[in-house]
């Protein structure tokens, strides 16, 4: 079993900056990689960057050159550094774990309980 809590949304201006975290606890043995998703209102969830066991990342091109991935193996604890916030940004953000095979990723249902992120001046 897989717990996993998501924090650090915000209210941000645009051009600004947040850092979200997701602590996770427990783990399964199949589980090769963690992933952040985010789901504005009105729209499907969408994978917005993702990380493998071995470290490698992979980002929607919308974010690439603004968001980072990375991870803290001692922490049990992922994060999501999103620089240069776009109001197209906003949504509620959660963290996933699953399994990455090349640069495809397939989500468990293992699901943090989302953090708010709006951009809007």
């Known amino acids: 079993q897989v717990q996993l809590v998501e924090s650090g949304g915000s209210l941000v201006q645009p051009g600004g900056s947040l850092r979200l975290s997701c602590a996770a606890s427990?783990?399964?043995?199949?589980?090769?990689?963690m992933a952040w998703y985010r789901q504005a209102p009105g729209k499907q969830r969408e994978l917005v960057a993702l990380?493998?066991?071995?470290?490698?990342?992979n980002y929607l091109d919308s974010v690439k050159g603004r968001f980072t991935i990375s991870r803290d193996n001692a922490k049990n604890t992922m994060y999501l550094q999103m620089n240069s916030l776009k109001p197209e940004d906003t949504a509620v953000y959660y963290c996933?774990?699953?399994?990455?095979?090349?640069?495809?990723?397939?989500?468990?249902?293992?699901w943090g309980q989302g953090t708010q992120v709006t951009v809007s001046s």
């Open positions: 996933n774990a699953g399994a990455a095979r090349g640069s495809s990723y397939r989500s468990y249902d293992y």
């Open positions: 427990g783990s399964i043995v199949s589980i090769n990689a």
């Open positions: 990380i493998t066991s071995g470290g490698t990342t």
